[in-house]
């Protein structure tokens, strides 16, 4: 195809897939389908297997490939840290948090022991796998996750919560088999490991993330119901928050994922009332209405994003996996991962909890990969990972997101439409 004519006509290929799915969107939704898969086709179709519109080599261009994915991650967890408005002290985040870590060591662990003894990978590489396709996806996963920050159910909110904690929990993993393969340094024993990877980096990347998402929720407010000031341009809030927390976040050698879930979490308590708000009898209805409005814009502004993100995210995962080499070992590997090690991994970390049985099978199924796994994985290319492992673990990877849009997306709309009318016909669950 003529050069002068694949810019223009990505933009109407593009701009065509945005019309479509809008207008079919409701359409879609009454399927056994998800957007993601159309985005998918259309990826592949614009590839070299197709018209050959678009071309991505995911060494070459890993840079790239690491930025995109990031940016598309970080709004997610964005999202997911608006949408979970339960009182942090509250049972019901145990579920989400023993998921993210109970869960999360048992999958690393079992991919692991896979990637050594059956695929034969370095222990380093199996790990790096490991930690990849561990962590659930917070972008692909949204047909799962609460619908509005008053819903408690405690499937939704476990989903939504583990794939916004995770993404960060996987971080350490990630590290720990670059270390083993030379491309980080852990110091000796792994103390740098244990005692920046691990403690600092989870921890202050939390604190950091949750007092700037307090401080600077708080302070609009105050300039909003005490000065009239600092008014409009709420999307604004969102990106800023974003930006600083990952930023700090990084400067300070923590992880930025972590610390933009907790802004969002912070961001979303800023309506609760306090005891010590004192303020004027003429401004009590402001600052009761302030917060909300406030939150409703962010909330519709970063939903936009996440949208978008996914739309093109999704679209290169369709062009790369033209150009990657797949090996039989994907034809075992993915139905050990979605239904042993996953549901395993949900059964042992749930235990204590106080989770459905029928909630515990759809939690065991929906483990959602997808981006995040892409940009774990570019993460490492892009720190010197090997070229030959790289492209092994590139097509594992692949693989198992587009088995995933696949597999998850047919059965996400009948499962949850199922488990909807099951929740309407049985006792209330019970108070958080």
Known sequence: MPEELQFP???TVVGTLLIVTTMTSSFIARLPLST???????????????????????????????RLTEIAVLISLFTAGLKLKMPLGARRWRVPLQ????????TVTAITALGVWVLRLPLGASV????ILAPTDPVLASDVQVATPEDRDRLRFGLTGEGGLNDGTAFPFVMLGMGLLSLHDMKEWGWRWWAVDVLWSVVGGLAIGYLLGALVGRFILYLRVHHREALGSDEFIGLGLIAVAYGVALMCHSYGFL?????????????????????AAEVQQVAAEAPALMMQAVERFNAQLERFAEVFIVLVVGVLLTVVEFRSEILWFIPVLFLVIRPLAVYVGLIGTRV?????RLMAWFGIRGIGSIYYLMYAITHGLEPALANRLMAITLA???????????????LMLRYERRKRKGPPQGKP
């Open 400 to 414: 198992v997101v587009v088995a995933s849009v696949v597999f998850h997306g047919v059965s996400v709309t009948p």
């Open 128 to 131: 790096l796998l490991g930690a």
């Open 36 to 66: 993601a898969m159309l985005y998918l086709a259309v990826g592949i179709g614009i590839g070299p297997a197709g018209v050959d519109l678009v071309r991505l080599d995911p060494l070459h261009d890993a840079g790239l490939l690491e």
């Open 99 to 106: 998921l993210a870590s109970i869960s999360m060591v048992l």
């Open 356 to 360: 459905e049985p029928a909630q515990r």
């Open 9 to 11: 006509l990505a933009f």
């Open 259 to 279: 610390a933009v879930f907790a802004a969002g979490l912070s961001l979303r308590r800023i309506d609760e009332p306090r005891a010590s708000d004192n303020i």
